[in-house]
């Protein structure tokens, strides 16, 4: 009998004819799959199969009687007839016409093989709709049918979704056959689905079973990648099944699936389904109300992106421990998502009712999904590495994941907080941070987010309503937490990293280090407090006086954490570090840091000890430039004890003995110090801003002969053009000068004269620093001088004055020549800063490097301040450079001195003023370098 005279009888035969022959005939259907060229003939082949012999199969014999052979012969059935088409569409010409002959026949040959698809795809519909049917369906019964099934879905998706460029014009004719193509094999893997959904995979399933379960897993995660952008309720059906898959059987899988192509596959979607997402968002808000296209689109895809979040978050939970080589792309989507979401700066403009839709279904995912990740050594690495390569954007989410990571680390094991807070680094490991170091790098990288600033929701307060918060106070908040939740272990690390930072030059994260260290200090024993004091005190009293960053940080902690201590513990410190022996240190120390028995005895000290020095300098005849360092420091602890005495905030100021010394001293150095030479000596320049600082303290308790001197003294300063600081000085004490009144008299006069020309001077300065601060100062005293009269010879410029008017009036200031206060303005200022810092430190590693290739470095002689007319005093002049023979006899004389020094100091006990001499030795040296 023929093939097609068996295919013609076949169809008159009923099921017990099919039961009866079918050992006979169902062989010969099979070997007709493989033994026929004609596509057609071989399609119905095997529908004869499915529909006349399928069901007289036993279940569990199903496998080896037909689908093990068949099923092969059934693919490459399928196969040859993709590869047909293909052939049939190269073939045409792309000049040909599809109205053409051979256009017509392009498109008869196309149909006839979409049509042997659809029945090869409709007789495997019905093959897995009867292993649906059976109770318990094992894997080994279905091993041929799934994977042919999954091979015709692939390979149909793959064809469709290429269609409209492979078909080219032929495409409008068959359209419609291929949309009848594409839901045939939707329809297939649905059933299919429903197949592999009841299959069992038991913990002692065989090796054979746990490969079929895996090769499904990754034929439906090609699916998913296939259909990926063609069919969106399709991309979600697969991966919904995929991940119930994976989480079903996830015992037994384990140990034998890459979750990682499957992992970064969903990180992708998130990605791009929330890019699009935000895109939406950030159109016209009022068209997405009206309920056009976009609103629906953005509905949409915030449900499909939320979609594949919760995918994502099960499977890391599922499979911690075995996502292979997917950590950086699950890092990556993190920082992502964060960067597109306000209060990012790179993300787009949003209403705040999207904002926060997308926040509560996106975002709310992440921390969840750290919290599986914190023992990830890769995770960890990514987030602490010292060398990350991110784009500039993605710094302020990292941030927020470190964060996140240091609130969810006091729940973890010790094990856990020692990966992060004391990483053990071995040699194959790429270099990182603890914790704590990262995010202070990290937050040295938020320059902009800080000053702007960026600003996100504080911590829930028990009976206070939520309230946003500066970027700066979250990080400070959660640093406190952490450092509260830290073991004893860990705590040296936490003091080293606060130390580090405070000495740091990046001010933001010395300000944050200073106040997590007063935290720790405010919260722990009161003997921590004062350990870490006296730590600080003499590490002060070891570096030389000076006004770096570094220098004033550490005074700054100081002093905010002298009133933490205990009375004793300050009673103590008082006793060690006297204000007569460490002067340096008060500086900074006001007295009303101390309890208040303490404050007189602080104040009397200091005052006597700055009076002293300053007569004693005063008695000196060679007033050098060498002696105004200790004249300085002596007018630095006068005003910290003056302007603490005369703060009207202060609740209890520092009782103070009468000012008659003190008032005296500042009278005389009025008639002998002189701002001529501050340009050109940054001594000189710091010595006379601390003596117009402090005179602005006295300015009430001065006599008017002595307060018209001041005045004209200033004046006369201005005209030389003395650097920005010292204007600012003058700035301050004229917002003190409204207080100041005089009796009716010639001096009253000269006085109200000075005030005019002094204020007219500065308003108009070409610095916008001293003239906002001279419109700040006069604004004060416009309000508080009974010497109206004057205002308006202050404001004899139009412009000045209508500035003036409006400054008063707090009308904003304005100008073309100012750039906007944006993020790409500061970024360009960080930018600025930057290369600062970098020119500096190669500046200082340069000097470094050739003070150490010279021997013996030549230092010039003290120079000799100049006087001026009003200065009887001094000499006239600066003293002439000696030749340099000179310079070289003073040096050599030096050498000899010094290498006395040390023979007597290693032979004997030096006296008590013998450190003290030496420091001021120093001081004086490093200030003949600075000027040379």
């Known amino acids: 009998m023929s093939q097609n005279g068996l295919l013609h009888d076949l169809e008159g035969w009923g099921p017990d004819t099919c039961a ?111 292993a649906v049917r059976t109770d318990q369906p094992r894997v080994l019964d279905s091993h041929s049918l799934v994977a042919t099934a999954l091979h015709v879905i692939k390979e149909t998706f793959s064809h469709c979704k290429e269609s409209h460029e492979s078909y080219g014009k032929v495409f409008p004719l068959v359209s419609e056959s291929l949309s009848c193509l594409f839901k045939k094999a939707y329809s297939l893997q649905k059933v299919l689905m429903g197949l592999i959904d009841k299959l069992q995979l038991p913990s002692d399933s065989s090796e054979e079973d746990v490969t079929d379960m895996v090769s499904m897993c990754q034929a439906f995660h090609t699916i998913g990648c296939t259909v990926s952008g063609v069919d969106a309720s399709l991309l979600v059906t697969t991966w919904k099944f995929l991940a119930k898959q994976l989480t079903k059987h996830k015992e037994v899988l384990k140990n034998h699936v890459d979750m990682a192509p499957l992992v970064k596959t969903l990180c992708s979607e998130v990605g791009s389904n929330c890019k699009y997402c ?16 976009d609103q629906k689109s953005y509905t949409r895809t915030l449900k499909i992106c939320r979609f594949f979040m919760q995918c994502l978050m099960c499977l890391v939970k599922d499979y911690n421990g075995y996502l292979g080589s997917c950590i950086k792309e699950i890092f990556q989507v993190i920082l992502e998502m964060q960067s597109l979401l306000p209060p990012s700066l790179s993300a787009p403009p949003l209403s705040s009712a999207a904002t926060e839709e997308m926040k509560a279904t996106l975002l709310v995912g992440i921390e969840p999904m750290i919290q599986h990740l914190l023992d990830n050594r890769d995770f960890i690495q ?89 970027l700066y106070e979250h990080v400070c908040t959660h640093l406190c937490g952490f450092a509260a939740s830290l073991p004893a272990r860990h705590f040296p690390l936490l003091e080293t990293c606060l130390l580090d930072n405070v000495l740091g030059t990046n001010l933001h994260c010395a300000l944050a280090a200073t106040d997590v260290w007063c935290f720790v200090a405010r919260y722990g024993t009161a003997e921590l407090c004062e350990q870490h004091v006296h730590l600080l005190t003499k590490l002060l009293c070891q570096l030389s006086n000076s006004c770096s960053c570094q220098h004033l940080q550490l005074h700054l902690l100081l002093r905010r954490l002298v009133p933490l201590m205990a009375e004793p513990h300050q009673e103590k410190f008082v006793q060690t570090y006297p204000p007569a022996q460490h002067p340096s240190l008060w500086v900074h120390l006001p007295p009303v840091a101390f309890v208040p028995k303490l404050r007189g005895r602080i104040s009397a000290e200091s005052v006597s000890y700055a009076t002293f020095v300053c007569q004693k300098w005063l008695g000196l005849r060679g007033k050098t430039l060498g002696t105004l360092p200790d004249l300085h420091l002596a007018l630095s602890v006068l005003c910290n004890v003056y302007s603490a005495s005369g703060r009207q905030t202060s609740p209890h100021p520092p009782p103070l003995q009468s000012s008659a010394p003190v008032l005296h001293t500042v009278s005389r150095l009025w008639d002998v110090l002189s701002a001529s030479e501050a340009g050109k000596h940054r001594v000189v320049e710091v010595v006379a801003v601390k003596l117009v600082e402090l005179t602005g303290y006295l300015l009430g308790q001065l006599v008017p002969e002595d307060i018209i001197k001041v005045f004209s003294r200033v004046s006369q300063w201005l005209k030389t053009s003395p650097p920005q600081s010292v204007k600012l000085s003058i700035t301050k004490l004229l917002s003190r000068a409204g207080k100041v009144t005089l009796p009716p008299s010639p001096q009253q006069n000269q006085l109200q004269e000075l005030l005019a020309h002094l204020f007219s001077t500065l308003l108009q300065d070409n610095s916008w620093v001293v003239h906002h601060h001279a419109l700040e100062a006069f604004s004060t005293f416009a309000e508080e001088t009974p010497y109206e009269s004057i205002l308006p010879k202050c404001l004899q410029n139009e412009n000045v004055k209508s500035r003036a008017m409006d400054f008063i009036k707090g009308v904003p200031f304005s100008s073309s020549d100012i750039p906007p206060w944006t993020a790409e303005t500061i970024a360009q200022q960080q930018t600025s800063i930057d290369d600062f810092q970098e020119k500096r430190r190669s500046n200082i590693s340069s000097g470094l490097e050739e003070m150490q290739s010279v021997e013996s470095p030549e230092q010039p002689s003290a120079k000799r301040v100049k006087q001026d007319a009003h200065s009887p005093t001094l ?49 004086r040296l490093g200030l003949l370098l600075e000027d040379s």
């Open 875 to 923: 000499t006239n002049g600066d003293s002439v450079h000696p030749a340099e023979e000179d310079f070289r006899s003073i040096i050599d004389s030096l050498n000899k001195d010094i290498g006395k020094l040390e023979e007597f100091s290693a032979c004997k006990t030096p006296p008590e003023w013998y450190k003290k001499e030496l420091k001021s030795l120093h001081q």
């Open 278 to 293: 935000v895109e939406l968002a950030s159109k016209d808000a009022t068209d997405r109300q009206n309920g056009c296209g």
């Open 382 to 470: 990514l987030v602490t590495a010292q060398n990350k390569d991110l784009p500039s954007q993605h710094n302020f989410p990292l941030c927020l994941v470190q964060l996140m990571v240091m609130d969810l680390l006091p729940k973890c094991s010790d094990e856990q907080k020692d990966q992060w807070v004391s990483p053990k680094i071995y040699p194959e490991d790429e270099p990182r941070d603890s914790i704590l170091v990262s995010l202070f790098n990290t937050l040295k990288k938020c320059y902009t987010e800080l000053t702007l600033p960026v600003y996100l929701p504080g911590v829930m307060c028990n009976g206070m309503p939520q309230r946003d918060v500066s």
């Open 20 to 130: 009866e022959k079918l050992h006979t005939i169902l062989p010969k259907l099979i070997a007709g799959l493989s033994g026929d060229k004609d596509t057609r003939k071989q399609s119905a082949y095997f529908s004869a199969v499915c529909k006349k012999f399928l069901a007289h199969v036993d279940i569990n014999d199903v496998e080896v009687v037909i689908y093990a052979d068949a099923m092969p012969k059934v693919c490459d059935v399928f196969d040859r007839c993709l590869t047909a088409i293909s052939e049939l569409l190269a073939q045409q010409s792309p000049t040909t016409s599809s109205q053409s002959s051979q256009g017509t026949r392009t498109k008869e040959g196309v149909t006839n093989h979409i049509q042997v698809l659809d029945e090869l795809i409709g007789s495997l519909e019905q093959c897995v709709i009867h």
